[in-house]
């Protein structure tokens, strides 16, 4: 039974970007590498455990499929983590005050309780994109590329692949 849960995972492009995305949100980043094509998940913190699960997820849709790759869209509903950092670095000293610490004596691990608490807010900002995926056939089974799009989509930035010259380097 596993085995028949597991292929059919595998089955369709916009299956694999679906259990991809849930693996990602659960923090289960071993599981998600099996959507990969190639690890990218090589030294996740709490940090990234939080705002991976502020993931939404919807209308995941083939808009390409030709053979062996495909083109998946999905729209994603999240935190936005940059601005949120970016927020956090303005009004740390601040934030530092009110928790009664300085910037001298909090530890790493202080701070990044603190950027936590404000990822996992109710306030913080979300940010809603359309990201695209690509996939390829490999061995019978449909994983998504690691590449610039992925890493796009992870946080949410715009990313438009006719800007790369031959290379793989934006112009």
Not at 32 to 49: E, G, K
Request: a negative charge; glycine letters at 4%; hydrophobic letters at 40%.
């Amino acid at each position: 039974m596993t085995g028949i849960v597991a292929c059919s995972e595998f089955s369709k492009p916009n299956k694999v970007v679906a259990a991809f995305f849930q693996n990602l949100k659960q923090a289960d980043y071993e599981k998600a590498h099996t959507f990969l094509n190639a690890p990218v998940f090589d030294d996740i913190n709490t940090l990234l455990d939080g705002y991976f699960s502020t993931f939404e997820i919807a209308d995941i849709k083939v808009t390409n499929q030709t053979g062996a790759t495909a083109i998946v869209s999905a729209d994603i509903m999240a935190v936005d983590f940059l601005q949120t950092i970016q927020g956090f670095i303005m009004t740390m000293p601040e934030t530092l005050e009110d928790e009664g610490l300085s910037a001298d004596d909090i530890t790493d691990d202080a701070l990044n309780a603190l950027i936590l608490r404000e990822i996992q807010s109710p306030y913080a900002l979300k940010k809603t994109r359309t990201v695209i995926l690509n996939l390829n056939k490999t061995e019978g089974k449909w994983l998504i590329e690691a590449d610039k799009s992925l890493n796009a989509a992870l946080f949410l930035l715009e990313y438009n692949k006719e800007s790369d010259n031959k290379d793989g380097e934006t112009e």
